[in-house]
């Protein structure tokens, strides 16, 4: 039985849940046509709710309305909600007029008896906004492309089969996550849904209830608030077909086994408290590997700040944030890229530490390592030849704490070393970082691309920030597969995925090693041409909060004038 919450809250509940049973009969006699038609009131509604969202996200996170790193709002909520329903849109469009989701797109082989679907940019405007940038979506063993082309669809291939209802329990750090998990179970598994946002995201309900008003009103969404006594109400409930949530693993275990000696008890027994199927997202300890090569002073000052900001975007609460940097002991700029590093991870812009618990994060890493560097409102851990990284490396700070390690080797041994360390040594599965320029990725060869196939993460990204593979709708999002609920790691399944790929094992985001002007060299180092001097989302980007604004009413009413006005800034980022 539910566990015991207020009457009130029990009574919205039990009524939002009897709204959601109406819906899901009525979700399952839509065409495809007619969702496609919803879909498209959901991106109006989202466009129109666009300003609210991204300052109700801002001020809830202690940014001011001038603070630099305001343009985080934008992409993280409302960009990427929009390109995701885009996306989704295409895809139902394509399965409507009787064709695969991956008509038009590429596919081909990859190492290890795997297709690869490339996908992204699937547009002319992406191809040029983020010229340089392309994602492809590994799928497991054995599948070929044929099959692969045949199953994409998932359950809009039976539209008329309902999943019921999914309950969705949102994250607590950025914006987008929860509505993006609504649209998951909605499109890939018929299911509707009821959201519980996390506490830290109480503000954002009225924009969540403007900007979805189109699924609340047929009865396909409901949202609730409350702490962890309606989480546990609700979780109990069997009106549920499904769960999903997006956090931490103590909370997982918290939600499938019980706590204290219960918790003990049923392990022991193999018999969980939750008897519902669940998936989860829930982060780790995520490398960034930094091939070493011949780099020049740019190369260096940029790619430190390429890594400040996979630590410090949204103040390092992420679960995808970079937190281990793993370096060549013998490469001969090591001592360079650490100075370079230092800088930037000291100069970059301030900011409160807002989630909840973060300062005793800190004081952990601090009592951990009280030799770390304290700059500003950071931590950085220098890992020494006499000095255990095993708590950096196994404990998820979610906090500004960013640590060094140094493996030996160069080339091909170092990169060996590097994926068998961040595979066995760090906790979780999420993503993976790698920083390696064009010259010294040509020589490695196969070599290069078979240390990718042998990381064991669900997101990789090759000279950018697996942040980007979250963002961009048709990659798709989660842990590397092999989760249980017995042990979780990151987590179990995928989200996002808007081809509604089956049989997922893995993203691979690749981005351009140098930026314009100086990825106007690519013709001679086989590098990527950019047209962005320093992509928006670099907490160094001088004109970032402007740009990423820009993008996101550009991405949502067009408009060639005031896109042009938007690179005009990009270029003084």
């Known amino acids: 039985m539910p566990t015991a919450v207020a009457d009130a809250t029990r009574q919205a509940i039990e009524t939002a849940i009897e709204d959601l049973q109406g819906g899901a009969r009525s979700w399952a006699l839509l065409t495809l046509g007619q969702r496609v038609t919803l879909l498209r009131s959901v991106r109006r509604a989202v466009a129109a ?38 996306a989704y849109i295409d895809t139902l469009s394509k399965l409507a007029a009787g064709h695969t989701p991956l008509e038009g797109v590429t596919v081909s082989r990859a190492p290890g008896d795997r297709t690869r679907v490339h996908a992204f940019p699937l547009t002319g405007i992406d191809r040029f906004l983020l010229s340089g940038f392309s994602g492809e979506v590994w799928l497991e063993p054995g599948i070929t492309p044929g099959t692969a082309r045949a199953k994409a669809g998932l359950a809009q291939r039976t539209p008329g089969v309902s999943g019921g209802i999914g309950l969705v329990l949102g994250a607590g750090n950025v914006t987008s996550i929860p509505v993006l998990d609504v649209l998951y179970e909605l499109l890939a598994h018929n299911r509707v849904a009821l959201l519980k946002v996390n506490p830290t995201q109480d503000a954002m309900v009225p924009v969540y209830e403007r900007a979805f008003a189109p699924l609340i009103g047929a009865g396909f969404l409901r949202i609730v608030k409350g702490a962890g006594d309606v989480g546990a109400y609700l979780t109990a409930h069997d009106a549920f077909a499904h769960v999903h949530i997006t956090g931490s693993a103590p909370t997982f275990d918290a939600i499938v ?30 490398p960034i590997i930094v091939v070493p090569g011949e780099w020049s002073d740019a190369d260096l000052r940029f790619q430190a700040e390429h890594i400040v900001t996979m630590r410090l975007q949204n103040c390092g609460h992420n679960c995808i944030a970079g937190q281990v940097v793993i370096l060549s002991s013998e490469w001969a700029q090591a001592d360079q890229f650490r100075r370079a590093l230092r800088r930037a991870y000291a100069l970059a812009p301030e900011r409160p530490i807002w989630y909840p618990r973060s300062e005793e994060r800190m004081q952990q890493a601090t009592e951990s390592y009280p030799d770390a560097l304290v700059l500003a409102d950071r ?24 640590g060094v390690v140094e493996l030996p080797g160069t080339g091909r041994a170092f990169l060996d070393a590097a994926v068998a360390h961040a595979n066995e040594k760090l906790q979780g599965t999420l993503g993976a970082n790698l920083l390696i320029d064009p010259v010294t990725e040509k020589a ?22 697996t942040a980007f593979a979250f963002l961009t709708p048709t990659l798709t999002w989660g842990a590397y597969p092999g989760g249980t609920i017995e042990d979780v790691g990151s987590g179990i399944g995928v989200v996002h995925n808007a081809l509604l790929l089956d049989g997922v094992e893995r993203s691979v985001a690749r981005g351009p090693f140098r930026p314009l002007p100086r990825a106007l060299g690519f013709w001679r180092d086989g590098g990527r041409f950019t047209i962005l001097p320093k992509p928006p989302w670099f907490v160094t980007a001088r004109t970032g909060a402007e740009v990423s604004e820009g993008l996101t009413r550009f991405r949502a009413r067009g408009g060639v004038l005031s896109l042009a006005r938007t690179l005009l800034q990009a270029l003084r980022a």
């Open 49 to 86: 709710s666009a300003r609210a969202w991204a300052q109700t996200a801002a001020m809830s996170k202690g940014l001011s309305a001038q603070h630099p790193l305001r343009g985080e709002e934008w992409l993280s909520g409302p960009y990427g909600t929009l390109g995701a329903i885009d």
């Open 257 to 286: 086994w019980g706590t204290g000696k219960d918790a003990t008890r049923r392990r022991k027994e193999e018999r969980p408290q939750l008897t519902t199927p669940i998936t989860a997202e829930l982060g780790g300890v995520s």
């Open 444 to 465: 490695l060869g196969a070599d290069f691309e078979r240390a990718i196939a042998d990381l064991r993460y669900g997101a990789i990204a090759i000279n950018t920030w």
């Open 379 to 402: 931590l950085l851990i220098e890992i020494g030849p006499d000095d255990d990284a095993t708590a950096l490396e196994q404990t998820e700070y979610f906090a500004p704490v960013l």
